[in-house]
């Protein structure tokens, strides 16, 4: 009887745990899923996916462009659509299809035609440079629809990464991002970012029409076809660098600001020293986060040129043996209006009596600096407090090395930017002792013309002993 009377009540129990679990399947399986398609064949590999997402019963969102070919929006289809505006038509887009389809399908490069039909590529390329930035902005700079998708509490965005900035939509809702593609020329898309290996001598480029039974002619091609869409690919996309840091605030800043998100969700109180002509730190009443504003005599155009100016020298002039010294004399320039613009961001703050007198009220325990901009050390030193520096990363390791006693010898420690890996030949260890080299000499140049502005802020009769008295007070 005993054993009877457990049986049923284990049996109940595992019904109500059945029926519980049955009650909670909408809740745990179904997500709401945000879409970043791209046109054309394209298209039709992300509708495949969406169809099967509604099938599992997800809530799925596309984001569509009103000058779309191929996703029409209607009342019929179980996803929903939001649609974001674009300066051209549906004719400016199938345009721009029809020159696609006719460069690579009836003007294939032949040894006469070759360096004419990159030349037209380049122009194609161009061309959807222009129409996928505009929609970019037609969704990012759209206060009013990120303000939606934001309500919408999504979970996740499908992108294809043909149509660039579904990353940055990703990022700018705080939720993940999972890319779809069907192939790009020569895989190299595939091969950049998803690191997939594809040796020229033995896998044959997509598009190339070549097998995996290769001649000693045909992966002759098949190296050059690589190589060449190595050249179209980091043309196309490195366009787009200056474009992302603009949306993402600038790297150091956001660096920065995901440290004040995480200081105020623990309920600190964060001030901000920024200048006037900020391009990325912008005061606004949304943010939780207090600004002080200092001013600099120059203005956010002059800020633009100096960044664009760094970007261009690092991405697309990078040192080759022809043009190496010419490089470093380029970089100097940068340093040069780099020092300039930090100066005078340094003097709006310390030179002005009445923002270093607001300070000393604001009684602040601690001031966190990015070291690549100067002077965070010395107001905390006339302010009496301590100082804590975050840094993502400097070229070739150089502030962690000298400042940080970062251990990094340079036969197996790479530079940080020179692309190398822990696997290091010969050849590449030379290269990277070079690179650490001409980094310390380019540091000492920066930072050793501060040290007479330094030695002025702090009292030009400053003694060691003093100045190590001063910092003991501060432990």
């Known amino acids: 009887m005993a054993c009877t009377t457990t049986g049923t009540r284990v049996s109940k129990k595992h019904i109500q745990f059945l029926a519980l679990q049955l009650t909670l399947l909408g809740t745990v399986f179904c997500g709401n899923v945000l879409i970043w398609p ?13 169809q099967e997402l509604i099938r599992r019963e997800h809530n799925v969102t596309v984001l569509v462009s009103n000058a779309s070919l191929f996703i029409t929006p209607h009342g ?26 006719n460069l690579w399908l009836y003007n294939k490069p032949t040894a006469l035609t070759f360096w004419k039909f990159y030349k037209e590529l380049e122009k194609v390329v161009n061309k959807m440079n222009e129409v996928n930035r505009h929609s970019c902005d037609g969704v990012l700079a759209s206060q ?33 991002f999972v890319y779809s593609l069907r192939f790009t020329p020569a895989s190299t898309v595939e091969r950049h970012c998803g690191k997939m290996p594809a040796p020229p001598s033995y896998v044959p480029a997509a598009l190339s029409e070549l097998t995996d039974k290769l001649s000693f002619r045909e992966r002759i091609k098949n190296i050059v076809s690589y190589r060449l869409q190595d050249y179209v690919f980091q043309s196309y996309w490195g366009e787009w660098d200056l474009y992302y840091s603009e949306i993402l605030e600038g790297s150091h800043w956001l660096n920065i600001k995901i440290i004040i998100q995480e200081l105020i969700r623990r309920e600190h109180n964060v001030t901000v020293l920024v200048s006037n002509a900020s391009l990325f730190m912008t005061s606004h009443d949304e943010t939780a986060e207090k600004f002080e504003v200092y001013f600099v005599p120059f203005g956010k155009n002059h800020l633009d040129s100096l960044i664009k100016d760094i970007v261009n020298l ?3 002039n990078k040192p ?23 100066r005078h961001s340094c003097d709006g703050v310390l ?60 036969s197996y420690v790479p530079a940080a930017l020179s692309e190398l890996t822990d696997k290091l030949s010969f050849r590449e260890r030379i290269k990277n002792i070079v ?13 050793g013309e501060w040290d007479l502005y330094y030695s002025e802020i702090l009292g030009k009769h400053l003694t060691l002993s003093v100045l190590f008295s001063l910092l003991e007070s501060l432990k």
């Not at 179980?78 to 674009?86: H, L, M, W």
């Not at 520096?389 to 000298?402: D, G, I, N, Q, V």
Request: charge should be positive; glycine fraction near 4%.
């Open 38 to 50: 791209t046109e054309g064949s394209h298209w039709l590999n992300i509708k495949i996916i969406i």
């Open 76 to 101: 019929e289809t179980a996803e929903k659509f939001e649609v974001y505006f674009v300066p051209f038509g549906k004719n400016h887009l199938d345009s721009l299809i029809k020159d696609i389809v």
């Open 144 to 176: 009013d629809l990120m303000a939606r998708l934001q309500r919408g509490k999504y979970d996740v965005l499908l992108s294809d990464p043909v149509c660039l900035c579904g990353d940055l939509i990703a990022l700018k809702l705080r939720i993940p």
């Open 314 to 316: 690092w991405l697309y």
């Open 320 to 342: 080759t043996a022809l043009t190496f010294w010419k490089f470093y004399k380029e970089l100097e320039k940068v340093v040069n209006k780099m020092n300039e613009v930090n």
């Open 351 to 410: 030179a002005s009596q009445d923002l270093m007198a607001r300070l000393q009220r604001g009684k602040y325990d601690v001031v966190l600096s990015d070291p690549v901009c100067l002077c965070g050390d010395l107001i905390a030193l006339k302010l009496r407090i301590p100082f804590v520096y975050s840094l993502r990363f400097t070229p070739a390791s150089t502030m962690e090395r000298h400042c940080g006693k970062m251990p990094a010898p340079p």
């Open 435 to 447: 690179s650490y080299r001409l980094q310390d000499y380019v540091f000492q140049r920066y930072w």
